[in-house]
């Protein structure tokens, strides 16, 4: 397939209400929407969430890095796979921009899979499984918006929910939380880098009397190579996702901790695509490493779908995402794609991605920065809605 324009979009969407956890607040969506269009009119869509606050990511920053190397080496034809890992593996090495590298990946996948008449999925693994049910999240909320929120989740039956940590009513909020929902629900928390080595061993101690499952990130970035010391000292395994978004990360601490004591929290955007996430899941799994897949803030139908996806072709414990219809004013595609009762969601099957993206609503949430390619235009002195 010739490849003759690729656009590349800011996209905001704004939430119903303010997403909180520990060193940030949200109140809208960041995320770069790419489209790529091919000579006999096809378009693969793609996208990518900011992570801002981890590593001082920028809209404009990335795109202008992926506007100068697409012109030093453009992207013209793809007919396979392995053109897609090259080019993608290229740009993601020499540039280090792995959102934007992931929503270049998805869009050609998307393209790839339209072509061959198949699912993303299919690409991924030849053994094709039921996702395990959505996860729901619970972010620092006011007591009325978190009372509100457990009455849905109670509703729908949802079998897990994450609850962010790092708040002065921690133990308030959890004990509450176990209260509202009963025994049976799988409680995992997740402290966002909160706490010092022995915060976190005496706050972990207390947070496991209402039997939670893991804790995600638990120390402050300047104290994560005591994170195996930790380990040792908490009866609960260790949910990685900042710290491990490469294979060498991953290596470095499946040499620190115990398989029975590490998780890791996969994102495709983080890492770079779905086939840099893929194989860093092989790792884990070679070495009795159990992973979830987890999700950006703020992610459209595009990224949900790709972790639908994803979560069909690997065997995941936990699933996360798809959450637009519950706090977000909009969303990209024309389906809705939102997760149903005890958090089950059907698998997607259509070719590529398996979604429809609304062009209307991608240019009322989004702004058209760069096209390259033919009919190039260049706007990056607009500013991003």
């Not at 998805?106 to 072509?115: E, K, M, N, P």
């Not at 706050?203 to 402050?220: A, D, G, T, Y």
């Not at 860093?280 to 803030?297: P, R, T």
């Amino acid at each position: 397939m010739k490849i003759s324009q690729i656009k590349l979009y800011a996209v905001q969407i704004p939430f119903i209400i303010p997403i909180n956890y520990n060193h940030n607040r949200n109140k809208q969506s960041e995320s770069i929407v790419l489209s790529v269009h091919t000579e006999d009119g096809k378009i693969g869509y793609g996208e990518g969430t900011l992570r801002c606050y981890v590593n001082g990511d920028s809209i404009h920053e990335n795109i202008g890095i992926f506007t100068n190397a697409y012109q030093i080496n453009p992207v013209k034809e793809i007919n396979n796979l392995k053109d897609i890992e090259n080019w993608c593996m290229i740009l993601y090495e020499i540039h280090q921009i792995p959102a934007l590298v992931a929503a270049l990946e998805i869009a050609l996948l998307d393209l790839l899979g339209q072509y061959k008449s198949c699912s993303i999925d299919h690409f991924l693994s030849k053994e094709i499984t039921a996702p395990p049910p959505y996860t729901a999240i619970i972010p620092f909320w006011k007591d009325e918006i978190l009372e509100r929120n457990l009455d849905l989740i109670r509703s729908m039956k949802c079998p897990d929910i994450k609850v962010k940590m790092g708040h002065k009513k921690d133990a308030e909020r959890i004990s509450y939380i176990r209260e509202t929902l009963g025994d049976q629900v799988d409680i995992r928390v997740d402290a966002n880098r909160a706490w010092k080595l022995h915060e976190a061993i005496k706050k972990i101690k207390f947070l496991e009397k209402f039997n939670i499952s893991c804790v995600e990130e638990p120390l402050l970035e300047t104290h994560t190579s005591k994170l195996g010391e930790l380990s040792k000292n908490i009866g609960v395994p260790i949910l990685l996702d900042e710290s491990v978004y490469s294979l060498g990360q991953a290596a470095t601490y499946a040499g620190r901790i115990s398989p029975d004591k590490l998780m890791f929290n996969l994102k495709v955007s983080k890492s770079g695509g779905m086939l840099q996430t893929s194989q860093l899941y092989k790792y884990a799994k070679s070495k009795g490493i159990a992973c979830q897949m987890g999700c950006g803030v703020g992610e459209s139908a595009i990224l949900s779908a790709a972790g639908r996806l994803f979560a069909q072709s690997h065997e995941l414990v936990h699933l996360e995402g798809s959450f637009a219809q519950f706090f977000m004013k909009g969303d990209l595609s024309v389906e809705s794609i939102t997760f149903g009762r005890e958090g089950i969601a059907p698998q997607l099957v259509g070719d590529g991605l398996g979604i429809e993206i609304d062009v209307t609503k991608l240019n009322k949430y989004g702004k058209c920065i760069v096209v390259l390619g033919k009919g190039s235009t260049n706007i990056m002195n607009n500013s991003a809605r």
